[in-house]
C-alpha cells in the first residue's frame, strides 16, 4: 500500500506527478500496469473516494483496488492500462471467467474480520488508463459486471 495517498489535494499533484511519467517509451508492460493503478488510486482519492487496500492477494487472484465512494459504496476495482487497441479496449480484457475470480476474491475480501467497514453495497468497476500520446486518460466504468 506504499505510495498511497487518502487526500484530495494530495492526489491531484499525485495525478499530474504520475501523470508525466506515462511518457517513457520504455516502460515494460508490468511496469505500465503497476503505473497505471497508482494512477487510478490517486484519480480516485482526488474525486473523493477513500483507498482501502491496493493489490491484495487471495487464492482466487488479485483485487487492484478496494476503495468506497462518497456516497459509501464498496467497490473492487479492475484497472486495465493500454498503450494501444491493437488487442481490443482494455475493459475487454475483464473475461468472463476473470469476473468470476474477481468476485470470489471479493467475497474473500469481505469475509476477513480485518474488513469491517460501514458500506451501503458492494459492486465490482473497471478503471481503463488509455495511454494517448505519452498522456494517461482514465475513466472509471461503475458496476461493470
Known sequence: ???MCND???A???LAAIGSLFDDPMLSSRELGELGERYAAAWLVSRGWRVLDR??????GEIDIVAVCPERRLAFIEV???RTMRHGLPQEAVTAAKQANL???GVQWLVDPAHRIAHTGVRFDVFTVMVRDGRPDGHLIKGAF
Open 103 to 105: 468476485r470470489r476474491a
Open 80 to 82: 486495465k492500462t493500454r
Open 55 to 60: 493489490n491484495w492477494r487471495s487464492r482466487y
Open 1 to 3: 500500500m506504499s505510495g
Open 8 to 10: 484530495a489535494s494530495d
Open 12 to 14: 491531484v499533484d499525485e
